[in-house]
Protein backbone atom coordinates (compact mmCIF):
# COMPACT_ATOMS: atom_id res chain seq x y z
CA UNK A 1 0.00 0.00 0.00
CA UNK A 2 1.98 3.67 -1.09
CA UNK A 3 2.18 6.39 0.61
CA UNK A 4 1.25 8.39 -2.80
CA UNK A 5 -1.60 7.84 -4.87
CA UNK A 6 -2.39 8.55 -8.15
CA UNK A 7 -5.32 7.45 -10.51
CA UNK A 8 -5.98 3.97 -11.71
CA UNK A 9 -6.38 5.06 -15.17
CA UNK A 10 -6.61 8.10 -17.45
CA UNK A 11 -7.69 8.41 -21.04
CA UNK A 12 -7.79 10.62 -23.96
CA UNK A 13 -8.23 10.80 -27.77
CA UNK A 14 -4.52 11.14 -29.65
CA UNK A 15 -3.78 14.56 -30.00
CA UNK A 16 -5.44 15.97 -26.73
CA UNK A 17 -3.77 16.44 -23.27
CA UNK A 18 -4.04 14.30 -20.18
CA UNK A 19 -2.81 14.85 -16.55
CA UNK A 20 -2.10 12.62 -13.91
CA UNK A 21 -1.98 13.67 -10.03
CA UNK A 22 0.20 12.02 -7.30
CA UNK A 23 -0.88 12.68 -3.81
CA UNK A 24 1.16 12.57 -0.68
CA UNK A 25 2.09 14.09 2.16
CA UNK A 26 4.34 16.42 4.38
CA UNK A 27 6.95 13.48 5.00
CA UNK A 28 7.30 12.90 1.25
CA UNK A 29 6.59 15.23 -1.62
CA UNK A 30 6.05 17.56 0.61
CA UNK A 31 9.70 18.20 1.15
CA UNK A 32 11.27 16.12 -1.71
CA UNK A 33 11.19 16.50 -4.91
CA UNK A 34 9.40 14.08 -7.44
CA UNK A 35 10.50 12.12 -10.17
CA UNK A 36 7.73 10.47 -13.12
CA UNK A 37 8.44 7.43 -14.49
CA UNK A 38 6.89 5.75 -17.89
CA UNK A 39 6.94 2.09 -18.30
CA UNK A 40 5.53 0.96 -21.75
CA UNK A 41 4.48 -2.77 -21.97
CA UNK A 42 6.65 -5.44 -20.54
CA UNK A 43 9.64 -2.69 -20.26
CA UNK A 44 11.58 -1.42 -17.75
CA UNK A 45 10.61 2.10 -16.17
CA UNK A 46 11.98 5.29 -17.98
CA UNK A 47 12.90 8.38 -15.91
CA UNK A 48 10.48 11.02 -17.61
CA UNK A 49 10.72 14.21 -14.94
CA UNK A 50 13.15 14.46 -12.55
CA UNK A 51 13.21 17.37 -10.26
CA UNK A 52 9.52 17.50 -9.99
CA UNK A 53 9.95 19.87 -13.93
CA UNK A 54 13.10 18.75 -15.31
CA UNK A 55 13.28 16.53 -18.36
CA UNK A 56 16.27 14.34 -18.64
CA UNK A 57 17.81 14.85 -22.20
CA UNK A 58 16.10 12.73 -25.50
CA UNK A 59 12.27 13.13 -23.49
CA UNK A 60 10.02 15.25 -25.35
CA UNK A 61 8.88 18.35 -24.09
CA UNK A 62 5.36 17.13 -24.77
CA UNK A 63 6.01 15.84 -20.78
CA UNK A 64 5.88 18.39 -18.04
CA UNK A 65 5.91 17.95 -14.65
CA UNK A 66 4.87 20.35 -11.17
CA UNK A 67 4.70 19.80 -8.05
CA UNK A 68 2.53 21.74 -5.32
CA UNK A 69 1.80 21.59 -1.41
CA UNK A 70 1.82 18.02 -1.02
CA UNK A 71 0.56 16.78 -4.94
CA UNK A 72 2.50 16.49 -7.88
CA UNK A 73 1.15 16.51 -11.67
CA UNK A 74 2.30 14.96 -14.77
CA UNK A 75 1.22 16.50 -18.14
CA UNK A 76 1.26 15.00 -21.11
CA UNK A 77 0.19 17.08 -24.10
CA UNK A 78 -0.75 15.76 -28.10
CA UNK A 79 -1.09 12.58 -26.99
CA UNK A 80 0.08 9.74 -28.95
CA UNK A 81 -0.69 5.94 -29.38
CA UNK A 82 3.01 5.22 -28.20
CA UNK A 83 2.27 6.94 -25.39
CA UNK A 84 0.26 4.35 -24.05
CA UNK A 85 2.10 3.49 -20.63
CA UNK A 86 1.99 2.72 -17.06
CA UNK A 87 3.19 6.65 -15.21
CA UNK A 88 4.58 6.31 -11.92
CA UNK A 89 5.63 9.44 -9.16
CA UNK A 90 8.77 8.49 -7.23
CA UNK A 91 10.35 10.33 -4.23
CA UNK A 92 11.94 9.84 -0.84
CA UNK A 93 9.52 9.72 2.15
CA UNK A 94 11.72 11.63 5.50
CA UNK A 95 9.38 9.35 7.81
CA UNK A 96 9.40 5.88 6.22
CA UNK A 97 13.28 6.20 5.60
CA UNK A 98 12.54 4.56 2.01
CA UNK A 99 12.09 6.09 -1.73
CA UNK A 100 8.45 5.31 -2.13
CA UNK A 101 6.24 5.02 -5.84
CA UNK A 102 3.00 6.17 -6.47
CA UNK A 103 0.05 3.45 -7.21
CA UNK A 104 0.47 4.14 -10.73
CA UNK A 105 -1.32 5.07 -13.79
CA UNK A 106 -2.68 3.62 -16.91
CA UNK A 107 -3.00 5.82 -19.53
CA UNK A 108 -5.03 4.53 -22.90
CA UNK A 109 -5.37 6.32 -26.16
CA UNK A 110 -8.31 5.90 -27.30
CA UNK B 1 25.78 5.11 -22.90
CA UNK B 2 25.38 3.27 -19.26
CA UNK B 3 23.86 -0.23 -19.29
CA UNK B 4 22.87 -1.95 -16.85
CA UNK B 5 22.06 -5.90 -16.55
CA UNK B 6 20.78 -8.03 -13.75
CA UNK B 7 21.62 -12.07 -13.68
CA UNK B 8 20.66 -14.57 -11.01
CA UNK B 9 18.12 -18.05 -10.70
CA UNK B 10 14.50 -17.39 -12.00
CA UNK B 11 13.13 -20.00 -9.93
CA UNK B 12 13.81 -20.08 -6.02
CA UNK B 13 12.00 -22.54 -3.66
CA UNK B 14 10.06 -21.24 -0.57
CA UNK B 15 12.16 -20.47 2.71
CA UNK B 16 15.20 -20.39 0.67
CA UNK B 17 17.97 -17.21 -0.48
CA UNK B 18 17.25 -14.96 -3.63
CA UNK B 19 20.68 -13.86 -5.32
CA UNK B 20 20.81 -11.75 -8.10
CA UNK B 21 23.71 -9.69 -9.41
CA UNK B 22 23.58 -6.70 -11.50
CA UNK B 23 26.42 -5.94 -14.09
CA UNK B 24 27.45 -2.63 -14.73
CA UNK B 25 28.93 -1.52 -18.48
CA UNK B 26 29.85 1.51 -20.12
CA UNK B 27 30.54 3.56 -17.25
CA UNK B 28 32.60 2.77 -13.31
CA UNK B 29 30.46 2.13 -10.36
CA UNK B 30 32.56 4.72 -8.66
CA UNK B 31 32.41 7.68 -11.02
CA UNK B 32 30.80 9.49 -8.63
CA UNK B 33 30.18 10.44 -5.23
CA UNK B 34 25.89 11.04 -5.77
CA UNK B 35 25.74 7.44 -7.16
CA UNK B 36 23.70 4.65 -5.28
CA UNK B 37 23.03 1.68 -6.89
CA UNK B 38 19.48 0.77 -6.22
CA UNK B 39 17.61 -2.72 -6.27
CA UNK B 40 13.49 -2.35 -7.22
CA UNK B 41 10.88 -5.01 -7.67
CA UNK B 42 7.67 -5.39 -9.46
CA UNK B 43 5.30 -8.40 -8.88
CA UNK B 44 2.92 -9.56 -11.60
CA UNK B 45 0.46 -7.30 -12.19
CA UNK B 46 1.33 -4.61 -9.46
CA UNK B 47 3.25 -1.55 -8.84
CA UNK B 48 6.84 -0.66 -8.16
CA UNK B 49 8.79 -1.12 -5.22
CA UNK B 50 11.99 0.47 -3.87
CA UNK B 51 14.20 -2.62 -1.97
CA UNK B 52 17.02 -0.79 -1.50
CA UNK B 53 20.15 1.16 -2.13
CA UNK B 54 24.64 1.12 -1.74
CA UNK B 55 26.99 3.72 -2.75
CA UNK B 56 30.32 2.48 -4.02
CA UNK B 57 31.54 3.15 -0.51
CA UNK B 58 29.36 0.34 1.05
CA UNK B 59 26.69 3.05 2.65
CA UNK B 60 23.37 1.20 2.26
CA UNK B 61 20.03 2.33 2.77
CA UNK B 62 17.34 -0.22 2.55
CA UNK B 63 13.43 -0.47 2.56
CA UNK B 64 12.22 -0.93 6.68
CA UNK B 65 10.04 -3.62 5.37
CA UNK B 66 12.15 -5.43 3.83
CA UNK B 67 15.32 -4.72 5.77
CA UNK B 68 15.08 -7.57 7.95
CA UNK B 69 15.87 -10.29 4.98
CA UNK B 70 17.57 -8.25 2.27
CA UNK B 71 21.50 -7.41 1.80
CA UNK B 72 23.19 -5.44 -0.70
CA UNK B 73 26.85 -5.70 -1.69
CA UNK B 74 29.02 -3.97 -4.27
CA UNK B 75 31.78 -5.41 -5.93
CA UNK B 76 34.08 -2.06 -7.37
CA UNK B 77 36.41 -4.91 -8.82
CA UNK B 78 33.75 -6.30 -10.90
CA UNK B 79 32.22 -3.38 -11.39
CA UNK B 80 28.64 -4.79 -10.03
CA UNK B 81 26.99 -4.71 -7.01
CA UNK B 82 24.17 -7.52 -5.71
CA UNK B 83 21.15 -8.33 -3.84
CA UNK B 84 20.35 -11.27 -1.48
CA UNK B 85 16.91 -11.89 0.23
CA UNK B 86 16.70 -14.54 2.56
CA UNK B 87 13.61 -16.58 3.42
CA UNK B 88 11.67 -16.15 0.56
CA UNK B 89 7.82 -16.45 0.61
CA UNK B 90 5.51 -16.74 -2.58
CA UNK B 91 5.16 -13.05 -1.97
CA UNK B 92 8.60 -12.13 -3.38
CA UNK B 93 7.44 -13.46 -6.65
CA UNK B 94 8.63 -10.27 -8.71
CA UNK B 95 10.26 -8.94 -11.58
CA UNK B 96 13.74 -7.60 -10.44
CA UNK B 97 15.19 -4.62 -11.37
CA UNK B 98 18.41 -2.80 -11.20
CA UNK B 99 19.24 0.74 -11.68
CA UNK B 100 21.53 3.83 -10.92
CA UNK B 101 20.25 6.01 -8.08
CA UNK B 102 21.24 10.01 -8.55
CA UNK B 103 21.42 11.63 -4.92
CA UNK B 104 22.72 15.18 -5.75
CA UNK B 105 21.72 15.81 -2.49
CA UNK B 106 19.08 15.25 0.16
CA UNK B 107 15.57 14.11 -0.59
CA UNK B 108 16.31 15.01 -4.31
CA UNK B 109 16.67 11.11 -4.91
CA UNK B 110 15.77 9.25 -8.86
CA UNK B 111 16.45 6.65 -10.81
CA UNK B 112 18.06 6.86 -14.01
CA UNK B 113 19.58 4.33 -15.68
CA UNK B 114 17.13 0.86 -15.63
CA UNK B 115 18.30 -2.76 -16.14
CA UNK B 116 15.75 -4.60 -18.29
CA UNK B 117 14.43 -6.43 -15.23
CA UNK B 118 14.03 -10.75 -14.24
CA UNK B 119 11.56 -12.55 -13.00
CA UNK B 120 12.09 -14.37 -10.50
CA UNK B 121 9.51 -16.66 -9.03
CA UNK B 122 9.39 -18.02 -5.67
CA UNK B 123 8.00 -21.99 -6.03
CA UNK B 124 8.53 -25.32 -4.79
Known amino acids: QSVLTQPPSVSAAPGQTVTISCSGG????????VSWYQQLPQTAPKLLIY???KRPSGIPDRFSGSKSGTSATLGITGLQTGDEADFYC???????????FGTGTKVTVL | QLQLQESGPGLVKPSETLSLTCAVS???????????WGWIRQPPGKGLEWIGS???????SYNPSLQSRVTIAVDTSNNQFSLRMTSVTAADTAVYYC???????????????WGQGTLVTVSS
Open chain 2, 99 to 113: ARMITPSIYKDYFDY
Open chain 2, 26 to 36: GGSIMTSSIYY
Open chain 2, 54 to 60: IHHSGIT
Open chain 1, 26 to 33: SSNIGNSD
Open chain 1, 51 to 53: DNN
Open chain 1, 90 to 100: GTWDSSLSAYV
